[in-house]
């Protein structure tokens, strides 16, 4: 299985963006698909995950901001980033899950300015 993350960039406080995962392999519907964040110097923290039934959970710090979801039929899920604050700078990294697979897509970067 390969994951490849997309969207990051630069955007101003206040701002949005879309982040996209792409997975390669079969049977994504039942993967748990989470996304992480590792900020500079920082720990890397889940940020969000759906399971394969739709439940979503969320970090404290991005609940009512950000939204997780998933499309089976494109194999891809997202993670929709909105009311950006300069803290959510991180590199953002996708995970696939399933069983005792744990699958990572290469990080993107995601820097929110004051």
């Known amino acids: 299985v390969q994951l490849q993350a997309s969207g990051g960039g630069l955007v101003r406080a206040g701002g949005t963006l879309r982040l996209s995962c792409a997975h390669s392999?079969?049977?994504?519907?039942?993967?748990?698909m989470s996304w992480y964040r590792q900020a500079p110097k920082k720990q890397r923290e889940l940020v969000a995950l759906?399971?394969?039934?739709?439940?979503?959970n969320y970090a404290d710090s991005v609940k009512g901001r950000f939204t997780i979801s998933r499309d089976n039929a494109k194999n891809t899920a997202y993670l929709q980033m909105n009311s950006l604050k300069p803290e959510d700078t991180a590199v953002y990294y996708c995970?696939?899950?399933?069983?005792?697979?744990?699958?990572w897509g290469q990080g993107t970067q995601v820097t929110v300015s004051s």
């Open positions: 392999g079969s049977r994504f519907s039942s993967y748990v």
């Open positions: 995970n696939a899950g399933w069983g005792e697979y744990s699958y």
């Open positions: 759906i399971i394969s039934g739709g439940r979503t």
